[in-house]
């Protein structure tokens, strides 16, 4: 079965830091990878996607993720964090035949402290 | 464009109750999933609905059915409610039909129901 691990569950940076979030999934075929974010009292947001091509990608806000498919991972990454990124984020993969399903990690609630 | 809207936004049931909960996709978007979120499991895939059709199913006991109307807004309803029932539902539409691949999902801001 597929499954999606986040490396960390809770992350306390200060503004300026660089952001590292892990991602790892497992599924053997070709996959659609997103991570979404959820700020405090807010609806989750698409933050970035791959679906084929570079395998470095760019979202909103100046965040970026790398899909290494020898490793089954696609981790996400920001060069300085913001107070205004303190959010929960949830990296999430689908496949190509099953729509609208995605399987979610257990997300990583970031603490950016100004 | 208005965004996903889900109906009510917090419930209070209490045990052995149903309950029903609604959610309208953005314009043109035909498919529909649902969601639970808690704290200790996460996001959870409940099901997907596409031109009124279960398209994937999750894990969940039968208690917790969905649907979807012709002008794709879609209900879920959990019947014979537990106390291990309370979440926040999150209703996500998507544009992509089948074989086109997955595309993004457009999330609702949530139903919070709590049972009692």
């Known amino acids: 079965a597929q499954s999606v691990s986040q490396h960390n569950h809770h992350v306390i940076l200060s503004e300026a830091a660089s952001l590292e979030l892990g991602c790892n999934y497992s599924?053997?075929?070709?996959?659609?990878l997103f991570w979404y974010v959820q700020y405090p009292g807010q609806h989750l947001q698409l933050l970035l996607k791959?679906?084929?091509?570079?395998?470095l990608v760019k979202g909103i806000k100046g965040f970026e993720a790398e899909f290494i498919k020898s490793k089954f991972s696609f981790n996400l990454r920001k060069p300085s964090v913001q107070w205004s990124d303190t959010a929960e984020y949830f990296c999430?993969?689908?496949?190509?035949?099953?729509?609208?399903?995605?399987?979610f990690g257990q997300g990583t609630e970031l603490s950016v402290k100004p | 464009k208005a965004g996903v809207t889900q109906t009510p936004r917090y419930l209070i049931k209490t045990r052995g109750q149903q309950v029903t909960l609604s959610c309208s996709p953005i314009?043109?978007?035909?498919?529909v999933s649902w969601y639970q979120q808690t704290p200790g499991q996460g996001l959870q895939f409940l099901f997907e609905?596409?031109?009124?059709?279960?398209?994937n199913k999750g894990n969940f006991p039968g208690r917790f059915s969905g649907r979807q109307f012709s002008n794709s807004r879609s209900e879920m309803n959990v019947s014979t409610l537990e106390l291990g029932d309370s979440a926040l539902y999150l209703c996500?539409?998507?544009?992509?039909?089948?074989?086109?691949?997955?595309?993004?999902?457009?999330f609702g801001e949530g139903s919070r129901l709590t049972v009692l």
């Open positions: 996500a539409s998507s544009p992509e039909g089948p074989g086109t691949g997955l595309g993004e999902l457009f």
């Open positions: 599924y053997g075929g070709t996959v659609n």
């Open positions: 791959y679906f084929s091509g570079d395998p």
């Open positions: 999430a993969v689908g496949t190509y035949n099953q729509g609208g399903k995605l399987i």
């Open positions: 314009s043109g978007h035909r498919s």
């Open positions: 609905y596409f031109s009124e059709t279960q398209r």
